[in-house]
């Protein structure tokens, strides 16, 4: 049987344990609030984009930009994985990174070569495991980033797409649902699927500037660029969102661990006066005698 | 017939205005063009300047850098990846930028990428004259 001492140090530790937790818990909901209000502040952009490049495909006639067009012999995929920076978020990037992959060895299975393409640290140390080739690594990137972050990496899968080093582009990310629900979603972003499309029905009048072409080619590589920007916002948003669900359990854990603790420690020092009571009552009775 | 025509500049961080306007000028790719109200629809990439809009009486600036402007049922969106009110530019930042976007253009010796140090430049320039605009134009 555990020493008094020991259980006290015991319930020591776990209530500093449950300190910490609460703490991180508290960080992680003020950090979820700055996350969610950089989303909201995003979608009216998003929203705009989607309308705008809708108009815009519905006055297009059949233009072919190499950037909607699926190329018939896929020997390359790109993917794109975003995940936290920090552990301690339960499963949030495990998830992320299972299904990245996952989908990895499908390609690879399908004798495609995979380019990786990583933001976040947990991501990166996961995929420098395997033999994939890494394009491209940044660590720490998702605590604090804007809009330029996407915009360069967008950038940088646009050029290798280009120069045919890419075929297919999949993002990796975790989308926030709900504060309860943030699965890891894979989304094709490259070749861009007919997202048009679902345009105004009066695109017919649009005056276009420079031409439907030249804005296309304007428009497509920023929509892609939107689009991983939208996956880096998500994916810090889930993050906080999964840590404050993995502290508030971690709290918890702390309570029943004390409560549990505390009930030995009861125990223990019960035994232990009672064990001393009947040393002092043999004692008296030996005197007696 | 309205004879105001909405204006929203959203960009990726934040919504920068909504507002009814008299009048909007912007830096198309291929020159300024102006809205007034009843525009036909109308879709255009913007190069980087200045954007102006009119409003009892007065002329409010706005810098924006690249970006896409669209016009239909008399509203105006403005879509940019950098839009700032006259009111909101930092001149000491835009100066420096445009002292260190001018040093690189001298140090031949370098590798220079020619065009993103012009742009640069432009995005500099662009903002102090937004900002001395609004001033002269008392809106800022």
Redesign the interface.
């Known amino acids: 049987m555990a020493s008094l001492r020991d259980v006290q140090n015991q319930i020591v530790g776990v209530k500093k344990t449950k300190q910490i937790t609460k703490a991180m818990n508290m960080v992680a909901s003020a950090k979820l609030r700055g996350a969610q209000e950089?989303i909201e502040?995003?979608r009216?952009?998003a929203q705009?984009?989607y309308?705008?490049l809708g108009?815009?495909a519905a006055g297009a006639d059949e233009s072919v930009h190499p950037l909607l067009e699926v190329r018939e012999d896929i020997r390359s995929v790109g993917i794109l994985v975003a995940t936290s920076d920090r552990g301690l978020c339960g499963a949030f990037n495990s998830n992320i990174i299972n299904k990245a992959l996952k989908l990895a060895a499908e390609k690879a299975a399908e004798g495609k070569a995979v380019k990786v393409y990583c933001i976040g640290k947990k991501g990166n140390d996961a995929f420098r495991k395997q033999e994939y080739d890494i394009k491209r690594e940044e660590r720490d990137a998702i605590s604090s980033f804007?809009?330029t972050l996407a915009?360069s990496v967008g950038d940088e899968i646009i050029r290798d797409y280009m120069a045919g080093e890419l075929d297919e582009v999949h993002l990796v990310f975790g989308e926030f649902v709900s504060m309860a629900k943030q699965p890891a979603v894979s989304q094709q972003i490259l070749p861009m699927a007919a997202t048009e499309g679902e345009g105004?029905g009066?695109?017919g009048?649009?005056?276009?500037?420079?031409s439907v072409e030249?804005?296309l080619a304007?428009?497509l590589p920023?929509f892609i660029k939107?689009q991983v920007?939208r996956g880096l916002l998500d994916t810090s948003c889930s993050e906080h969102a999964a840590r404050m669900a993995a502290m508030d359990n971690a709290t918890k854990a702390c309570d029943e661990m004390t409560e549990s603790l505390t009930l030995l420690f009861n125990k223990t020092r019960q035994a232990a006066i009672t064990a001393d009571l009947m040393d002092i009552v043999g004692g008296a009775e030996a005197l007696k005698g | 017939m309205a004879d105001t025509v909405k204006l929203e500049i959203v960009t990726p961080d934040r919504k920068v205005l909504s507002e009814d306007v008299d009048y909007v000028g912007a830096p198309g790719a291929m020159g300024e063009f102006g809205i007034l109200p009843n525009h036909v629809p109308f879709l255009s990439a913007l190069g980087i300047g200045n954007l102006y809009y009119k409003l009892g009486g007065k002329t409010y600036y706005v810098f924006v850098a690249g970006g896409f402007a669209e016009v239909s049922h008399n509203k105006c969106t403005i879509l940019a990846e950098v839009a700032e009110m006259a009111h909101e530019i930092d001149v000491d930042r835009a100066q420096k930028a445009a002292d260190r976007a001018g040093q690189r253009a001298q140090q031949t010796k370098e590798r220079l990428d020619f065009a993103r140090n012009q742009a640069a430049l432009r995005r500099a320039i662009a903002r102090m004259s937004c900002q001395r605009a609004g001033k002269d134009a008392g809106t800022c």
Not at chain 1, 205 to 210: A, F, G, N, T
């Open positions: 950089r502040r995003f009216p952009y705009k984009f309308d705008m108009d815009l804007d809009f915009a105004g009066d695109a009048d649009y005056i276009y500037e420079p030249g804005l304007e428009l920023r939107v920007y």
